[in-house]
T-cell receptor, first 109, second 115 residues
Framework: GQSLEQPSEVTAVEGAIVQINCTYQTSGFYGLSWYQQHDGGAPTFLSYNALDGLEETGRFSSFLSRSDSYGYLLLQELQMKDSASYFCAPNAAGNKLTFGGGTRVLVKP | EAEVAQSPRYKITEKSQAVAFWCDPI?????LYWYRQILGQGPELLVQ????????DSQLPKDRFSAERLKGVDSTLKIQPAELGDSAMYLCASSPRTANNSPLHFGNGTRLTVT
């Protein structure tokens, strides 16, 4: 079967570091994607991990452990504009993505 | 930067009526997706096309929903008859290919309200 878990909400102050964990059970798993969605906006692609380890893109990093069916998104040096929902989305064959319920990140001054 | 175009942006309809949404993917993108997103939840895949062929419609309520991509370019999603529970954002996305590291590019969606 398929299952996906991530925290529903995280609150942090500007400049802080936030880690959003994601655990999954996905048939035919290929990799883990992360998307950001601001209120009223469209989801936008952040990162993709196919192999174990850490991928860094500016202030955002993403990690994958295939053996643990676990990944996380790390947001560093938080800014107000980072207030959004963040979705982990395991990729299955044929680039089929299943989105989690999302983690709402609220950044406070 | 090229975008996925969707119309209408908003749609209000009465239950039991028919409604249709249109999507024009980024030029050259072979794969097209329709997702439904209920407020406060993640997008749920309804149907995935590769060119003009459906590759996954396992979550599409086929008794009332239909989707087509006749020439492998733009696509239409139809609901008939609409029900109150269909109120949601309908998102279209495209990607260049079905390679598993190919990011999805989303349109701004159609917000449907069924009264």
């Amino acid at each position: 079967g398929q299952s996906l878990e991530q925290p529903s909400e995280v609150t942090a102050v500007e400049g802080a570091i936030v880690q959003i964990n994601c655990t999954y059970q996905t048939s035919g798993f290929y990799g883990l994607s992360w998307y950001q969605q601001h209120d009223g906006g469209a989801p936008t692609f952040l990162s993709y991990n196919a192999l174990d380890g850490l991928e860094e893109t500016g202030r955002f990093s993403s990690f994958l452990s295939r053996s643990d069916s676990y990944g996380y998104l790390l947001l560093q040096e938080l800014q107000m504009k980072d207030s959004a929902s963040y979705f982990c989305a395991p990729n299955a064959a044929g680039n089929k993505l299943t989105f989690g319920g999302g983690t709402r990140v609220l950044v406070k001054p | 930067e090229a975008e996925v175009a969707q119309s209408p942006r908003y749609k209000i309809t009465e239950k039991s009526q028919a409604v249709a949404f249109w999507c024009d993917p980024i030029s050259g993108h072979a794969t097209l997706y329709w997702y439904r997103q209920i407020l406060g939840q993640g997008p749920e895949l309804l149907v995935q096309f590769q060119d003009e062929s459906v590759v996954d419609d396992s979550q599409l309520p086929k008794d009332r929903f239909s989707a087509e991509r006749l020439k492998g370019v733009d696509s239409t999603l139809k609901i008939q008859p609409a029900e109150l529970g269909d109120s949601a954002m309908y998102l279209c996305a495209s990607s260049p290919r079905t390679a598993n590291n190919s990011p999805l590019h989303f349109g701004n969606g159609t917000r449907l309200t069924v009264t």
